[in-house]
């Protein structure tokens, strides 16, 4: 069966420091994959998907970026986090051909407070 | 693009009480999913329900994709049952990315 992991769980930086949230997916191969962020309050805000390695969409402009250098692998990184990059980040992968290729999946998330 | 609303933004049910969640979109859509925030915030699948009705359990879940509204229906709630239900929508010119509503933060007291 299908299992995505994101780490780490939870993640205190100060202001200025680098930025490396991992997420990994099994079980599947050539997933759509993606990074969200949930601000205070509920909305899910779409920041980049990846539909192969390599290509990478932005959605939103801001001081974050998004890599794929494995078929099951995403990272999102930053340079210099800004106080306003603190929220929950979430990964999802969709592809699972032999069920509902656009179904999500989501990781358990990591939460980021920035200091 | 597509617009999502759910209501009602927040609920306070007694345990064993009945409830339901709405969901309205502007399109057309081919991706409909519920999900089921917890308090640590995972976001677990209810239900992939683009059309038709489903359940699981105690919850199910019907979508009428041609009058633009799916429907949430949680019986005999428990205390587990307590935090934010989404629905997200995706159609056929934006099948990668969901669009998500802002929730409806369930409260279930003992």
């Known amino acids: 069966s299908q299992t995505i992991h994101q780490w780490p769980a939870t993640l205190v930086q100060p202001v200025g420091s680098p930025l490396s949230l991992e997420c990994t997916v099994e079980g599947t191969s050539n997933p759509n994959l993606y990074w969200y962020r949930q601000a205070a309050g509920r909305g899910l805000q779409l920041l980049f998907y990846?539909?192969?390695?390599?290509?990478i969409s932005s959605e939103v402009p801001q001081n974050l970026s998004a890599s794929r250098p494995q078929d099951r692998q995403f990272i999102l990184s930053s340079k210099k986090l800004l106080l306003s990059d603190s929220g929950f980040y979430l990964c999802a992968w969709t592809g699972d051909r032999a069920r509902r290729g656009d179904e999500a999946f989501f990781g358990q998330g990591t939460r980021l407070t920035v200091v | 693009g597509i617009q999502v609303e759910q209501s009602p933004p927040d609920l306070i049910l007694q345990e064993g009480a009945n409830s339901t969640l709405r969901c309205n979109f502007s399109?057309?859509?081919?991706?409909l999913q519920w999900f089921h925030q917890n308090p640590w915030g995972q976001l677990i699948n209810l239900f992939y329900?683009?059309?038709?009705?489903k359940q699981n359990g105690r919850l199910s879940a019907t979508t009428v994709a041609t009058e633009r509204y799916s429907l949430l229906y949680i019986s005999s709630s428990q205390t587990t049952d307590s935090g934010v239900y989404f629905c997200?929508?995706?159609?056929?010119?934006?099948?990668?990315?969901?669009?998500w509503g802002l929730g409806t933060s369930l409260a279930v007291n003992p």
């Open positions: 990846s539909v192969g390695i390599g290509q």
């Open positions: 399109d057309s859509v081919n991706n």
């Open positions: 997200a929508v995706g159609n056929a010119g934006n099948n990668r990315k969901l669009i």
């Open positions: 329900i683009p059309s038709g009705t």
